[in-house]
């Protein structure tokens, strides 16, 4: 399991990011991210697992902590791979525009942020 993103941010910081996005509860088998679409949103799992798939094969398993979607916003890239629910999940919801914004404005989570997406083009 990653290391929980917001663990690199001190508490003031780590509510205003969850503050930030719109808490929504996901169901099991649902993919919120699809390969080729657009970045138009990311998600910060509070609760539950996730797969992420490369044309059909599991790459990573993501858990709480874990931002799924951001790659592709922070790259301007159409989305790499598709995301499904292994659990039903608790997430945060961020348009791209909103995560663009706070990764300016609370410049730890950025760097998160980008750190996460250089380690996932490593193949971590």
Known sequence: MNDS????????????VLAAGRALTLPQ???????????DKAYLITEG????RKSGVEIATLGPGAVVGEAA??????????????????????????LEELA???????AALRAAV???LEGR
Do not use: C
């Open 5 to 16: 993103i917001l663990d690199a941010l001190d508490p003031a910081d780590a509510e205003r």
């Open 29 to 39: 088998g649902w993919s919120p991210i699809a390969a080729g679409t657009p970045a």
């Open 49 to 52: 697992e996730v797969s992420v």
């Open 73 to 98: 916003i922070v790259n301007r890239t159409l989305r790499s791979a598709t995301v499904i629910a292994l659990t039903p999940l608790k997430v945060v919801h961020f348009t791209s525009e909103r």
């Open 104 to 110: 300016d404005e609370v410049p730890a989570f950025g």
């Open 118 to 120: 250089a380690g996932r």
